[in-house]
Nanobody
């Protein structure tokens, strides 16, 4: 059974950093399935912020986080990280980890292709 469990969220001041983690079980990162981080603010659509193939390490970022966030799979621990630096109040959201185990065409930052999701971890950035 595939499970994704996020951790590492919290409250920080603008300019600070956080590291989110997503522990995956039920499959191996060495199978090179795509994974991603999404975020959602109440009342708004879920936004893809970063995506990666876990073994090939091709990465994609939204323009809003490019240069500040880094997505990094740890294949030894089957864990996906999101390093977030220079955080801004507009980064405040619930952050979700997602995996695409369908084997179909990959659209990195589109949520429709991802068939497994974690429960989310809250990130709050104060000004």
């Amino acid at each position: 059974q595939v499970q994704l469990v996020e951790s590492g969220g919290g409250s920080v001041q603008a300019g600070g950093s956080l590291r989110l983690s997503c522990a995956a079980s039920g499959y191996s990162f060495r199978r090179d399935f795509p994974m991603a981080w999404f975020r959602q603010v109440p009342g708004k659509q879920r936004e893809g912020v970063a995506a990666v193939r876990t073994f090939g390490h091709s990465t994609y970022y939204s323009n809003s986080v490019k240069g500040r966030f880094t997505i990094a799979p740890d294949n030894n621990k089957n864990t996906l990280h999101l390093e977030m630096n220079s955080l801004k109040p507009e980064d405040t959201a619930m952050y979700y980890c997602a995996a695409d185990l369908t084997g179909g065409v990959w659209h990195p930052l589109q949520e429709s292709g991802y068939n497994y999701w974690g429960q989310g971890t809250q990130v709050t950035v104060s000004s």
